[in-house]
T-cell receptor
Framework: GENVGLHLPTLSVQEGDNSIINCAYS??????FIWYKQESGKGPQFIID?????DKRQGQRVTVLLNKTVKHLSLQIAATQPGDSAVYFC??????????FGTGTRLTVIP | NAGVTQTPKFRILKIGQSMTLQCTQD?????MYWYRQDPGMGLKLIYY???????DKGEVPNGYNVSRSTTEDFPLRLELAAPSQTSVYFC????????????FGDGTRLSIL
């Protein structure tokens, strides 16, 4: 499968600041993207998704941006809280019955 | 709603032993998946199923088998455990396979010694 890579393996932010987690994807045919949060000892938890016909989607405190021109995906977390500390994965799909995951970025929130 | 439930949570096997990892979901989802996650890595698909009686290989199927006799259950079988199968195994489900988020269980941590 295609690789979904992340620019930064670790990210540390101060509590209350905004966080931006980046993801590069290589398959220009990908048409569906998901961000997952994984806490220690838990399974991935769905955060937000976006389809290729959109370039921005907002949830509660989170925004996903999709730039198809440069094949880049980002997750923005507003007013980061200690409970946001986790590993974040992006995943892509292109009409197949599965997702391809990146290696993840560890977000650490400093109180 | 329990969601996706995996058992056991932890298991240690000796090389050559066999075991079945259990997965059940109560969301009436059609699609179910098995992934493995090695330390510091993302998830890799082992097998998936689009409905009862239908299964297909994913990216890393060697050494594993699955069955899907009911909508709810999707067990993963290791026949001859090898050290390379030491990993954390996640089961997931989704209502539809394309353009739908997958919902994950909390995983089975498996060590082969």
């Amino acid at each position: 499968g295609e690789n979904v890579g992340l620019h930064l393996p670790t990210l540390s932010v101060q509590e209350g600041d905004n966080s931006i987690i980046n993801c590069a994807y290589s398959n220009s045919a990908s048409d569906y993207f998901i961000w997952y949060k994984q806490e220690s000892g838990k399974g991935p938890q769905f955060i937000i998704d976006i389809r290729s016909n959109m370039d921005k989607r907002q949830g509660q405190r989170v925004t996903v941006l999709l730039n198809k021109t440069v094949k880049h995906l980002s997750l923005q977390i507003a007013a980061t809280q200690p409970g946001d500390s986790a590993v974040y994965f992006c995943a892509e799909s292109w009409g197949a019955n599965n997702l391809f995951f990146g290696t993840g970025t560890r977000l650490t929130v400093i109180p | 709603n329990a969601g996706v439930t995996q058992t056991p949570k932890f298991r240690i096997l000796k090389i050559g032993q066999s075991m079945t990892l259990q997965c059940t979901q109560d969301m009436n989802h059609n699609y179910m998946y098995w992934y493995r996650q090695d330390p510091g890595m993302g998830l890799k698909l082992i097998y998936y199923s689009v409905g009862a009686g239908i299964t297909d290989k994913g990216e890393v199927p060697n050494g594993y088998n699955v069955s899907r006799s009911t909508t709810e259950d999707f067990p993963l079988r290791l026949e001859l455990a090898a050290p390379s199968q030491t990993s954390v195994y996640f089961c997931a489900s989704s209502y539809d396979g394309v353009g739908q988020p997958q919902h994950f269980g909390d995983g089975t941590r498996l060590s082969i010694l």
